[in-house]
Structures are given as structure tokens and as C-alpha cells.
């Protein structure tokens, strides 16, 4: 595996991956940032942190789960509200399929740890015709995933290790928010997902009077509800023969 890893490595399609995740590493950099020093603010042990940033590698559900764990939450509702945020990867993987499914079974499985939601939507972008990926497209999927994986865990540790110096008055939690909306602003490309989000921030605000958090599992609810209706009422606009390859 290693081998083959620096097989792709050389190759100039890697560095163009990577290239193409540079333009938003800042806002993954402040989310893990954010999303470390959270984690030790909420209670959590630095070994505990550290063990959830590098397994976890999803900052949606951490942070979801973050505030349930400091309210002390059931342990049902804090793996029904990760089930929930990680839902989109059900979604994402059923696409990726079209070009990994040809690998042996560990690439597959040392591959999901590392597909992420941005990582699918420049690669997507670079390859649109859905094909097994060959080693140009192979090399590039790692070069944006070199580059993401070590935008999100490096502020991360780092604000895990920081954690105990960052006063709570700096605000990171706005700083949180902000980053997130970078990031959510650059999955908005089409009118569906624009829908889906909107309804979703209904939802939240909507239900925001539900005990421990529960809000933000409603909001998921809807707009993967409200994104299956639009896939439904407004299909893909391929040819038949295109969307079964």
C-alpha cells in the first residue's frame, strides 16, 4: 500500500489536488481549530481529544456532539445525533462507488476514513463522468485528501494542546460559526442544495425550544428529507445510459 501511495505521490495530477484544496484550507484550519480548543472546553481529556480528532475526523459530528456530552446527554441520543450528521456520507459514497469500487476491499476501507465532504466536491468538479478512476484521477483524489486531512488535524491538535490558554472571551465560537458558513457556502452549488439548507435552517430555528440540542437532528431530518423530494422531482439532467455507468 505505501508503495503505491508514493507511486501516486509523484505524479502531477497529486499536486494538482492538492492545489485545488488549498484555496480552502483556511476555513478548515479555523473549523479545526475551533473544533480542538471546543473539545477541551467541553471536558474532555487531552487524551480523549486527541483519540476523537484523529478517529473521528468528521467536525460536523464532533461538534454536535460536543455540547451533548457537556449536558450530559443519553448515550442514544448522542450516537442517533452523529448518525444523523453523517448521514451525507451515505450519500457521498453511493457517487463514489462509480470510481473506487474497483478497488480491493482495504483501499475502500482506508479510503472512506479519508473521503470528506470537500474533498468529494473538487473531485467531482475534476472528474464529473462517472468511471472507475484510473491512476491520474487516483492521484489527484490524494492530493486534495493529503492537504485536507492535514489542514484539519494540525490546528486541531494544536488547539487541543493550546486549549487551557485560549480565554473564553475570544469568542471562538462565533469564530466556529463563521467557519462553518465559508465552508457551507462552498457545498451550495445548485438551486437543490440551496433548498435543502434553507429548509434546514427553518427546522433548527423552528424547533429550537427541543431539550439537549435536538434542533439540529431535526434540522438534518429535513434537509435530507427535503434533498430526496428535489432528487426525485427534479432528476439529474443526464441521459439514462450515463446515470447507470
Known sequence: MSST???????PEF????????????GISAWGLVTG????KSGLSLPLALMMSLTVFAGSSQLAALPLLAAGAPLWVLWA???CVNLRFVIFSAQWRFYLGHLPRRWRLFTGYFAADLNYVAFMRRYPEPKPADEPALAYFWGGVALNWSAWQ???????LLADRVPTEWGLGFAGVLALLGLTYSLLSDRKSWISAGVAGCAAVASYALPL????????AAAVAMGLLLDHW???ARKPEEAVK
Open 81 to 83: 445525533t452523529a448518525f
Open 15 to 26: 499536486r494538482e489536488g492538492a492545489r485545488d484544496m488549498l484555496g480552502i484550507t483556511l
Open 234 to 236: 427534479m432528476p439529474d
Open 5 to 11: 501511495f508514493l507511486a501516486l505521490r509523484r505524479r
Open 154 to 160: 494540525v490546528p486541531s491538535i494544536a488547539g487541543i
Open 213 to 220: 440540542k435536538l434542533n439540529i437532528v431535526v434540522a438534518i
Open 37 to 40: 480548543v471546543a473539545m477541551i
